[in-house]
């Protein structure tokens, strides 16, 4: 048996990657290919771009007017453009009016009730709208973060639920919700207009400010401001808002007494905090993905981590750079000379055994930002890597004796630095990973005090008795700490509100933001994981823009990947070095020193992975609605002729992989382009800071004829690919495998399916013949299931029909009929059943020998073919569970995570060969060598930065060896 060990595959696949995330060619390796390339792409076939497309149907063979049925409560519907509308019939009780949204002069309305409206024009034109609440729809995560998530106004406290598209009223004595308002989906931030003003609700997942009167706890109209808008302020005298939009570098200007647009201010990257100078001569930007500032020039604001924005001129006056990789918050001190920042610092390059080297450096600088003067720092402290300083009763002076803290918080180290604020001398921070809340001094940054504050706190605020508030939206919790005569104490809510997500997609939130371990690796090494999490270098669920060192062989390295509909893009890594979500869950926890991890974590971790969705339709190049711009359709023409041969399908990717990237690292994933312009960095190591820099060079490679013009209308093409379109992410069994003939058959959705009987419909599965098979379909969020009433038949080839039309609770529909293809397996010829050993020769990423292994197999299967898999691990209290089959005499099992060193590596091949009996009891045995089709195949074993194939392995009965 050969065994051949790679740095990377090289696969038979000719030419270079397209970079655009990932990699790109003109003849991809199709042995790793998925799903058909001639799926629908975003705007239409792959290969023709869909305002060229013939046989795509009008919108009327589909929905036939602007109506809709299923908006919810709090969200923005746009009426048709070009006309003017007024209701004509609305629930008992409605107060709202349809408002005009000035940028796109359309008409729009917010329902604060639910129920049916009727609008109309003076021409007789008419749409109708129903309104449900949001409870009745099925949660669907655009995962997105607080940023401003808690405001004062009235008197009374209102919190921004995120997870929920609520605005929640608490009362300030005993933090109990008092009453919730609904806004837009994903309210992240909230800032109230003036004292007795309205407060205003920045919803990321509808790119508008949702505009809420307190005196009748209503929505009364939204403002439009742009793609995913993160967060808003707003100035001491109630005269102007800033909101901030982060994929298109922008502060944008409001003016609330006619919520007209002042100005949009170019400002650094990926903007998301904001203080505002006490007088409101000037607003002080901060970017959160800064990286490490590369194009950080004076005088570029591109480059700045931080931006200073004068209210007078509405232009950037002063700027600092390289603040940090990733930052969490920002304040001014109240006579405005001192600005402080919550920030990660970073240096990729540092190894990470090495506990004191400078990465993950969670550190709060203090910057002198005198009017009329260049900013310079003044302090910074690591107090990620800091004890406890306690003060002494007498006085504030303390001793850094750690004596005094509360129970249980002196170990933690504070990782993932959010929210900070400074009053009266003392400066407060919010730890998110921790669940901690820190003061510190204000001017040595010493820490003095720390507090429990759970449910992974971002948010936080001062009250107007001078408590210090923190939100923990992933428990919907909120904590006060407060000043009595015997000192502080921490209160905290109960749940403000119920949590919308399932359980498990919760918990693996809550691993996936957390600290890692601690971990020994010997020879004096210690992998420091308590001092960073998987959100550190994965920054909500995108990517820090840094190219770390990542797995055992140390010249390899590359950007940290963003996390978007990780279910259907496999193989997943720069180098398609997983196989599937399933064996990541497995294999990642050992890169934050969780060498065991529990079975909790890791299924958590991947279903919250699995969760997370494309964007939502529409973004700031968009029309209203999601439908994409005429230039875009123009570029969609570029795109077909130059790109979708890899980029193809609705999911915009082939699922290959290909021979060199485009900087000619070996071997590079086709990933889908779905939400790529929201990255802030792109090729492997980051070399493009620009989705037009990144288009640019793809372009000059395939030294294509486009002009400047074409260029950026394949720019604008690829910026554009938002989650509008419903289709099939993935399926379960993969096409490309056989399907038992008593197996169900999965199907997970871009969006939540519609669960209505008259849209399950237009889902069918058929017999070879073509004929119509009963089937129940059950539908569970973004998932259906298709289980046949009956056993299939052995070696026929079925089909799951997918109707044009098959709608989405989202209203999204399929614009055309679509067919998934599935072949059953041959009569099986043995059974498993009990226990196996697999034996298998772990690969070495630095070369040598490795000793075989060995790992406990539990193999059950049915007269369909369908094989059960149960592996056990000794090196972790974990089992993995998955589905192979049995057809003929051959078996598959599946690619599965093999304990190999402190960890875990990908069988991405997952195991072939024949089967045998050795007592003839009809139970296989063994699997065979010598069998017609040339032996037993050697499998593939995979980690980030090599791969190795033809690796010898065999699988025998357990008590043969005994």
Partial sequence: MLRRLHLCRLGPAAGLALGLLQGCSDEPTTADAGLDAGLVTDLGRADVPSDLAADRPSDAAIATTADRRRVPVGATFYLPAGLDWSIAQAPAGNLNAVFRDPGSTRGAFVAHLAGDYRFTTAAGASVSLTVVEASSLSFHNLDYFPTRAIAAAADSLFVASVLRPELIAVNPADLTPAFAVPVGAWPVAAAAVGARGPLLVACRGEDTLTVVDLATRRPVRSVWVGDEVSNVAVTPDGATAIALLPHDRKAVLIRTADWSELARVDVGSDPHHIAVRPDGSAVFVAGRRTGLGASAEAGDPAGADVSEISLATRAVTRTIHRVGTTLGGIALAADGRSLYVATLRNDPSASLTSEFAPHFQHTVVRYDVTPGAAPRELAASDISRSRPVIAPPAGDAGAPDGGGAPDGLDAR????????????????????????????????????????????????AFAADGSVLVFGHQAQRLTAIRTAAAGRTAVTSAALARDPRPAAVARGLEYFTGTGMRAELGGAQVLAGDLWSCGSCHADGLTDRLAWQVGPVGSYRALSPALTLLEGTWPLGWQGSTSDLTSAAYTLHAKIGVLHPTQAQVDGLAAYLGSIAAPPAANTLTDRDGSPSPEARRGAVHFAARCASCHAGALSTSRARVDRDLDGTPSADIASLIGTARHGAWMRLGAQQSLAGAVDDFVNWTRATLDATQRGELTRYVAELTGREFFVVAERPRQTDLLPTTSPIALVFSQPVLDRPENLARVQLTDPSGRPLAARINVEGRRLLVTPAMPLLFGGEYRVLLGAGLESELEARTWRAQELVFRTVAQPTLRLSGAYTLTYSPADPRGGAAAPSRLSLTLSSDGGGLVSVVATYANAPLTWQGVGWVSGRRLHLPAMPLP??????????????????????????????????????????AGSGFEARDLPWSLSRAELRH
Wanted: aromatic fraction near 8%; charged fraction near 30%.
């Fill in 413 to 460: 180290r504070a990782v993932s630095l959010h929210w900070i604020g400074v009053r009266d001398g003392a400066l407060w921070v919010v730890s998110e990973a921790s669940d901690m809340v820190l003061r510190l001094d204000a001017d040595t940054l010493v820490e003095r005090e720390r507090f429990e504050a759970p449910g992974r706190p971002r948010a936080g």
């Fill in 900 to 941: 190999a060193g402190d960890g875990f590596f990908d069988a991405t091949s997952g195991f072939d060969a024949d089967l045998g009996d050795l007592d003839g009891d009809g139970t296989a045995d063994l699997v065979l060598f010598g069998t017609s089709d040339g032996g037993l195949r050697g499998y593939t074993m």
